[in-house]
Nanobody, 127 residues
């Protein structure tokens, strides 16, 4: 059974930092590209960042580029969020895409491409 469990969310003041973690189990993690998305009530879930299965490629939404950093190790993916803004407030989800048959640097920004999702962690940035 595949599980993705996010942690690290919370309340932070504007300009502060948070580090989100997503622990993966029940899958061969090294064959999955990973992504972070976020969502607010009544809005669509939007792409934040993605990383290839090798970790060699990363991609960011324009709104977070230069402030957020995605990384991974053997069984988890992380999102370091710096210089947080009130507009970063959302529930953050990690997602896994089976990339076994792709190149090692494959990643995707498309929500529909991901096979598994975590339950989300709330990030609230106060002004």
């Amino acid at each position: 059974q595949v599980q993705l469990v996010e942690s690290g969310g919370g309340l932070v003041q504007a300009g502060g930092s948070l580090r989100l973690s997503c622990a993966a189990s029940g899958l061969t993690f090294s064959t999955y590209a990973m992504g972070w998305f976020r969502q607010n009530p009544g809005k669509e879930r939007e792409f934040v960042a993605a990383i290839s299965r090798s970790g060699g490629s990363t991609y960011y939404a324009h709104s977070v580029k230069g402030r957020f950093i995605i990384s991974r190790d053997d069984d988890a993916v992380y999102l370091q969020m710096n210089s947080l803004k009130p507009e970063d407030t959302a529930v953050y989800y990690c997602a896994a895409k089976n990339a076994y048959y792709t190149t090692t640097n494959y990643l995707t920004t498309q929500r529909k491409d991901y096979h598994y999702w975590g339950q989300g962690t709330q990030v609230t940035v106060s002004s």
